[in-house]
Nanobody, 119 residues
Framework: QVQLVESGGGLVQAGGSLSLSCAASGSVNRIDTWRWYRQAPGNQRELVASVTTGGSMTYLDSVKGRFTISRDNAKNTVTLQMDSLKPEDTGIYSC?????????????WGQGIQVTVSS
């Protein structure tokens, strides 16, 4: 069982910055992948960024160079630093973790937080 608590959303003007954090508790020792998803009204959910325990990072093409995902293993926290925000970045952002032990895998989701970028 893993619980995820997200923080850091809000309203910002285009060109501004926001930082989202996701703190995990519970059976955190078996998390191998942290992800941030987002969903804008009328659109399907898309993967924004991910980071693995091994340090491999991936980004949605449209956010490369603007967003940075990082993890603090000691604090069981992942952060998404979002710079040069655009109105197209508006949406509900959700933290997701992949959990694995032997042949058992699970996924856990945070509650979702709103990010709104005005023009």
């Amino acid at each position: 069982q893993v619980q995820l608590v997200e923080s850091g959303g809000g309203l910002v003007q285009a060109g501004g910055s926001l930082s989202l954090s996701c703190a995990a508790s519970g059976s955190v020792n078996r998390i191998d992948t942290w992800r941030w998803y987002r969903q804008a009204p009328g659109n399907q959910r898309e993967l924004v960024a991910s980071v693995t325990t091994g340090g491999s990072m991936t980004y949605l093409d449209s956010v490369k160079g603007r967003f940075t995902i990082s993890r603090d293993n000691a604090k069981n926290t992942v952060t998404l630093q979002m710079d040069s925000l655009k109105p197209e970045d508006t949406g509900i952002y959700s933290c997701n973790v992949h959990w694995a032990f032997l042949l058992t895998t699970r996924e856990y989701w945070g509650q979702g937080i709103q990010v709104t970028v005005s023009s």
